[in-house]
């Protein structure tokens, strides 16, 4: 599902500084639920998504579009929304309230790969 409600996304790439994102980290993987996996401390799947970050860092693009939760994983101060075509980044670089800021860039074969291992050193 997705829900329009003002201009889509921007052809400005912006390039964030990720590394201020914090954990605890958690995993809502499945579409129909709301159970949030938590992501054990100093985890491999902890480590992984470190790392994702900090090699994700380019190439985002604003977005003021809405877009239903598919694969989400949280941090005390960003959200990054896994879809078919994209990723969807909340983010508060400061870690107020009011300074989220929403980001779009489009998902590759590296993002699906993560998440599956993700998912798969997850799985009970």
Known sequence: MLVVTGCATSSFEKTL???????PFSLQSDKVSIEQIPIPK?????QNIYEWLKTNSKHWKSTYITYAPNKVIRGQN???????HGVILNFSPSGNT????QYWK???EKDSAFLKELERELSP
Do not use: M, Q, Y
């Open 42 to 46: 100093a985890s491999k799947a902890e």
């Open 106 to 108: 489009p998902i590759n």
């Open 17 to 23: 500084n990720l590394d201020v994102a914090k954990s």
């Open 78 to 84: 960003f959200n990054l929304n896994f879809l078919n």
């Open 98 to 101: 009011g300074d989220w800021r």
